[in-house]
């Protein structure tokens, strides 16, 4: 089964005064750092939520509270110029109201409340998540239901344009689009999604290694000049136009950091079809090496990982992960491991007890199931 995405928003049964909406964090078993190149990648919503709260409050603006941070934050309807310092943190909010009143919706006022329990700074796509929710809380009080991927593209614009972060499409197609027990096949450039079963032996953990190093400030916008470089060489919009062995005939014209970058997203890109081929046909060893071969091409081509997150993925392995890779933009964050469903609890348990004897510090690990995507929970 594969979804295309439809042009055309509905309507809700009604319009609401008060809207309950969640939306899911989400992984990535494999695909990462290629949605930007218009690539295939393989995300999965988790049972891990960014929980709204909202009601009209028939006035011109807009009260924001979180749990995660300090004090409300009132804005009015027509503001137009992104927040900085402590208030950054609404961009990702007010910025998707901005969008749906940029776009022609009549969105009226409202307050509302935030709850996590998405671990920030971990690779998660806490900040999807919550572009999700504030969507589909204003989509809850228009009556309106816009189409999974023509919402997913504007909470993406608001990613762009209020947080300032050039993100892929990847993490708000999987908020938008998750399917209970499945991964996603996302082509980026289409944004045709084919839900792919994740066999009921196989469970994720995801290991939080709970740093993010001062290195990741701007790398992630370098990276990605670096693939636009790429592209711009070979003329075309997207790496995945490019084979690997047009890129090796190019090294030397490209540059070896602008040749190493390319590298890893074609190589990547054509893991992705061989990981989902392995796990269609229970191939569970290849389906890890391909997580490994992963794991080093962004070790050594991309350049986005550190050494707390190779110390967990080589823990992983020593405790029987069938794969194990680092996950997200990099320089700390996540790891995301494939292991049998009967032992994930206690490899959970183990990798956390087996870093601190070796590092001497503090992870944190979740065993997630895969589920739906983003929804209102109810509309009163």
Known sequence: MSISPSKVSTPRTQISGFVRARAPGRINLIGEHVDYQGGVVMPAAINRYVKAAAQANGRSEVRLSSSQSHGDLVVPLEHKTPFSGDKSWANYAF????KYRDAGHPVTGFDVKFESNLPL???????????TATALVVEGMLGLELPQAERALLCQRAEHEWAGVPCGIMDQLAVNAGVAGHALKIDCSTLEIAPAPLPANLSAVVVDSKVKHALADGEYAKRRADCEAAAAFFDVEFLRDV???????????LGERVYRRARHVISEMARVGEFAAALEAGDTAAAGLLMAASHSSLRDDYEVSCQE????????????AIGARMMGGGFGGSTVNLVETSAASRFAEDIVARYREETGAEVEALAVNLVGGASIENVE
């Open 95 to 98: 910025g998707v109201v901005a």
């Open 243 to 253: 084979t690997a062995g047009e890129l090796d005939s190019a090294q030397i014209q």
């Open 309 to 320: 997150l190779d110390t967990l993925v080589e823990i992983a392995g020593g405790l029987g």
């Open 121 to 131: 700074g971990a690779g998660l796509s806490s900040s999807a998540a919550l572009e």
